[in-house]
């Protein structure tokens, strides 16, 4: 992913101001290991995802549920299939206007959005459960196409 400035993402989000977004700290982010950049607002509840389509920038805004409630349960990514055995993942949804009226769409994802960094092998906080031996050059290529799928169900894309 090509880096980015704050004003670049702010122009995304219509009307958001530095401390709505929660930026995170752009100086330190490692671009060259990013298929997107996402991160979750300080509160909690709410992420944002912005990724590269084509030489145009595309983002979404999500609101995200943590699991609290009963026992923990193997749960997987469905963006990078990082499998986890307690509460790593969490439901992150977003509203799409659709033609029955507003519907909400969701996938569970890892809770911090760093599957970049998981299908790299660069963090390993928690190990995955079942690890796969697909080449990450084929990961890097699910996990690409998962997010644009996403995007396009939340209509992002037009």
């Known amino acids: ?5 704050a004003q670049d993402i702010k122009s ?22 990013l ?11 709410t992420a944002y995802v912005v990724m590269e ?7 979404i805004r999500l609101r995200r549920a943590l699991a609290t ?11 990078c299939h990082h499998v986890y055995r307690g509460r790593g993942t969490a439901l992150f949804t977003t509203t799409v206007l ?18 970049s960094l998981r299908i790299r092998n660069l963090t390993s906080d928690p190990p995955t459960y079942l ?6 050059r084929n990961k890097i290529y699910r996990l690409q196409a998962a997010v644009l799928t996403f995007m396009a169900r939340a209509n992002v894309l037009n």
């Open 69 to 79: 409630e009963g026992l923990p349960r193997t749960q997987m990514c469905s963006w």
């Open 131 to 136: 690890p796969e031996s697909l080449h990450v």
């Open 12 to 33: 995304l989000y219509r009307a958001a101001t530095h401390s709505e977004l929660g930026l995170p700290d752009l100086s330190s982010v490692d671009w060259g290991v």
């Open 53 to 59: 389509v084509g030489m145009e920038l595309k983002a």
């Open 98 to 115: 659709g033609s029955d009226g507003r519907r909400n769409i969701g996938n569970y994802l890892c809770r911090n959005l760093d599957c």
């Open 35 to 45: 298929d997107y950049l996402g991160w979750v607002h300080p509160s909690g509840h």
């Open 1 to 5: 992913m090509r880096p980015l400035i």
